[in-house]
């Protein structure tokens, strides 16, 4: 391997990934799901624990098989196509494995599995850990972090969307419009942390 | 399910608009669209993976094991994808840089799974095809009207072209992210107006003459 | 015209001794961009209300005041009326009107300008005093000032003299700089029942613990009085984190919700690319408030639930 990878405080990487720079808010990831989901507050906690375990893992992997794997063998162009392969495998292996370990864990988790496979934020989190050139600690830390943002902004709203379900908003508006706005008020209170701490 | 291409063409811009009506797709774009050139090259790109992934999954339909379907949709979709990745790295590299890992995330566009599954997986190739390219369009018509306020407010200019008076200020929060959203939701609500509106007048027609009810657009499917 | 809302009257007697202040302070100026904030944050609500046929709630004029008290004395008149306009419409009319805001209207509508024009909001200061002729201008294009508020002073280690800080005796937007009145204001409300004393607390207490602890851990320019004293950190703590619509209901998520405003405006401040982090902390906290009441209800729940089963287990 003869580049050099962007090296970073750890710490303050897992900081930005949640709240300067977080995959939802800023980086408008992951917001199918989150949009019909984040409905129900129980199961926006399922689902937000599972992106999140997936999203740490698929980027260790991913990482593994980017640098050992596909440049070495100068493949880096069908990076895009081994990605979902990586994602699909895990999310795949993961299902079975929670469903022999714990089937209490499988009802609470495992269901969300499968949605997870084109959760546009998992992929995201491993192009960015690509195009910025994290290293392999830095891109764990950055995707736990990014999995992590992702829970507690779906949180923050199912729980936002639990009040104001009767509210008189205007037809137009109801559901998918609302829940935008709201999302955007969310973000414009987490500008207030730029400039904090930069990931790049 | 047979459907006229002219009928397919409205339903996509605007009955059932993917980003305004089945509220799909949004993740992978609304990130490029504080600028107009940039979001025109995205959801360009996104019309041709919507396309040729209709119209390949179509010609395919009957070859696929249900159970293998999903992967198999995402891999075309990716093949698709790197061929856009890699057209734009030769022919615009100072998009391709912008765009950064955004033209990646083309694949999880839920537009393209939305139509391979509602569309393509029941249509001949190429009114599927049709169907993908209108629904890409119908994104991109949306789309660029928000890049349209953003850049014009966020920098006074349009495709890059100073258009502001001289005075101008301009609105910063139009290049952050909360601007996106926010107006993404005034469009959705203007177009969800209209058509209510619309609708109510049809249906005062409709009960005035008594006359048969327009036939509805293809259910909105969720990916 | 109006609803009656006794509440909000309450808040809005608290708030004109800080009127008379800022009239005091930058005179004309204030009054003119009073005027404006009032006719713009009424207009919308009118507009919108009569549409529904409801009425013009008085907490809009609560809105407005706090809005037109949060803005520097010289900023554009047409920026006055960009802002509350947006907050009255996106943050309160579009979710249903009154009580169903999830999100502070003038904290919304200041934070949209804010972001948008940090440039020419950050160099509108004016200095205080004589009602308004310390500017040397009453109201027509102010000249530029290159006064420092005491908050940018903190920011570049100067020092400020706490006794002034008190008494309002410093630049600052119109309305953030009388401590002594807010202090009032503050008892008098909580006195009155018109707002919760455990959030004004609680957001006294995070960001004066945040404070301490940066200075601990070597922050210099974070001093723990100064940061409750400079900038708006009182005036959003007594009259934005208290606002009973948009902050949690439990106790517990109350703390939670006040500690938190208070840590992170702190954190914003020091750190960050923007001067002041109030008006961020209190839309993180709306932010939260939902899910902070939740978890309270949960807890509660569950501690019921306990108390039952062990209830059940003994009898």
């Not at chain 1, 998918?176 to 955007?184: E, N, Q, V």
């Not at chain 3, 509440?7 to 608290?14: E, N, P, Q, S």
């Amino acid at each position: 391997m003869d580049f050099e990878f962007f090296t970073m405080n750890p710490i303050a990487l897992f900081f930005a990934s949640i709240f300067t720079s977080n995959i939802l808010m800023s980086n408008f990831l992951g917001m199918c799901s989150f949009i019909s989901v984040s409905k129900d507050y129980k199961s926006s906690f399922g689902l937000g624990l599972a992106v999140t375990v997936v999203m740490t893992i698929t980027a260790a992997v991913s990482w593994v098989v980017l640098y050992y794997i596909l440049v070495p063998l100068g493949l880096e162009y069908l990076s895009f196509i081994v990605f979902i392969i990586v994602i699909a495998a895990v999310v795949q292996i993961l299902e079975m494995v929670i469903d022999r370990a714990s089937p209490a864990l499988y009802l609470s988790l495992g269901i969300f599995l499968p949605l997870i496979t084109v959760n546009c934020a998992i992929l995201g989190a491993i192009l960015f850990m690509q195009i910025r050139r994290y290293g392999f600690i830095e891109s764990t830390v950055f995707a736990a972090g990014s999995g992590l943002g992702w829970w507690l902004a779906i949180m923050l709203l199912a729980a936002i969307r639990g009040r104001i379900e009767n509210n008189p908003v205007p037809a137009g508006l109801k559901g998918a419009g609302i829940t935008m706005i709201t999302i955007g008020f969310m973000a414009m209170g987490f500008i207030g942390f730029s400039g904090m701490i930069a990931v790049q | 399910m047979s459907a006229k291409p002219g009928k397919i063409f409205i339903d996509n811009l605007w009955f059932n608009n993917p980003v305004l009506i089945q509220v799909l797709g949004i993740c992978s774009t609304l990130a490029v669209t504080n600028n107009v050139r940039n979001t025109l090259v995205m959801t360009v790109g996104v019309s041709l993976a919507t396309a040729f992934s209709s119209w390949t999954l179509s010609l395919m339909k009957d070859l696929i094991p249900r159970k293998v379907r999903m992967i198999v949709q995402v891999l075309v979709i990716s093949f698709y994808v790197i061929l856009i990745d890699i057209l734009l790295r030769a022919y615009l590299p100072d998009a391709s840089r912008q765009l950064g890992p955004y033209v990646g995330l083309i694949i999880t566009n839920c537009i393209i799974m939305g139509r391979a599954e509602a569309f393509a997986a029941a249509n001949k190739p190429l009114i599927s095809f049709w169907d993908g390219l209108t629904s890409g369009i119908g994104y991109m018509a949306v789309l660029v009207a928000i890049a349209l306020v953003r850049e014009l407010l966020g920098f006074g200019s349009v495709l890059g072209f100073r258009v502001m008076p001289e005075g101008f200020v301009p609105w910063t929060i139009m290049i952050t992210a909360p601007s996106a959203f926010f107006l993404v939701a005034m469009v959705m609500w203007l177009a969800r107006n209209l058509q209510a509106r619309r609708e109510a007048a049809a249906k005062a027609a409709k009960a005035a003459k008594a006359a048969p009810k327009p036939a509805a657009g293809p259910s909105p499917a969720k990916a | 015209m109006f609803q009656k809302q006794p509440m909000m009257r309450k808040v809005l007697w608290a708030l004109a001794p800080i009127g008379l202040y800022s009239i005091w302070a930058y005179g004309l100026r204030a009054l003119a961009v009073a005027a404006v904030t009032f006719a713009v944050g009424v207009g919308v609500e009118w507009l919108f209300e009569r549409k529904k046929g409801g009425k013009t709630s008085e907490a809009v004029l609560v809105s407005c005041a706090l809005y037109a008290l949060s803005m520097p004395p010289a900023v554009p008149l047409w920026i006055v009326a960009l802002g509350i306009a947006f907050g009255v419409f996106m943050a309160k009319e579009v979710y249903g009107g009154f009580g169903r805001n999830v999100f502070n209207v003038a904290i919304a509508g200041r934070l949209f300008v804010y972001i948008s024009f940090a440039g020419a909001l950050g160099g509108a200061w004016l200095p205080h005093g004589g009602f308004g002729m310390a500017a040397g201008s009453l109201l027509g294009p102010v000249d530029a000032y290159s006064g420092a508020t005491p908050l940018e002073l903190m920011r570049t280690g100067g020092s400020v003299p706490i006794l002034d800080l008190l008494l309002g005796l410093r630049d600052g937007t119109i309305g953030e700089a009388p401590i002594v009145l807010i202090l009032a204001a503050a008892v008098y409300m909580a006195a009155t029942k018109t707002a919760n004393w455990k959030l004004m607390v609680a957001t006294a207490a995070g960001g004066l613990a945040t404070a301490g602890g940066l200075l601990l851990a070597g922050v210099a320019k974070a001093l723990p009085l100064e940061s409750l004293l400079a900038g708006s950190f009182l005036f959003v703590a007594v009259f934005m984190s208290t606002d009973p619509v948009t902050a949690p209901k439990k106790a517990p998520a109350q703390w939670a919700y006040g500690l938190l405003i208070g840590a992170v405006a702190v954190i914003i401040r020091t750190f960050s690319l923007f001067p002041e982090g109030t008006s961020f902390a209190i839309l993180i906290g709306n932010s939260f408030a939902s899910l902070f009441d939740r978890m309270a209800a949960d807890a509660a729940a569950r501690k019921k639930a306990r108390l039952a089963g062990a209830a059940g287990g003994a009898a």
